[in-house]
């Protein structure tokens, strides 16, 4: 099974940026996707960003696009989230998440994963 773990939330004010960090143990080698997802109390899991391991494609939620990249370190088996010009309604906990049934589409939905970090808080401040 492949173990995830987030770091690098914190506080920021409107217009800042956060570098998020997924760290993947275990059988990374199944994974063919990760991502980051997020979500706000009452809501629903939201697909902010994901990366296609095996041919390096990226996906973005509409509402990140061009603030957002998401990013791969093969060698340290780390994928991180850059946010940038950061919003309020960006405010969320944010989840790392990976498949392992070698699938990466639909990219940016919740069904398409099956192991998940514990999450990291990321607040913007207007």
């Known amino acids: 099974q492949v173990q995830l773990v987030e770091s690098g939330g914190g506080s920021v004010q409107a217009g800042g940026s956060l570098r998020l960090s997924c760290l993947a143990s275990?059988?990374?080698?199944?994974?063919?996707?990760m991502a980051w997802f997020r979500q706000t109390p009452g809501e629903e899991r939201e697909g902010v960003a994901a990366?296609?391991?095996?041919?390096?494609?990226?996906y973005y939620a509409d509402s990140v696009k061009g603030r957002f990249t998401i990013s791969q370190d093969n060698a340290n088996n780390t994928v991180y989230l850059q946010m940038n010009s950061l919003k309020p309604e960006d405010t969320a906990i944010y989840y790392c998440?990976?498949?392992?049934?070698?699938?990466?589409?639909?990219?940016?939905?919740?069904?398409?994963?099956?192991?998940w970090g514990q999450g990291t808080q990321v607040t913007v401040s207007s």
């Open positions: 998440a990976a498949d392992s049934k070698g699938i990466c589409y639909p990219a940016l939905r919740v069904r398409t994963y099956n192991r």
């Open positions: 275990g059988a990374t080698y199944s994974s063919r996707c």
């Open positions: 990366l296609d391991k095996s041919g390096g494609n990226t």
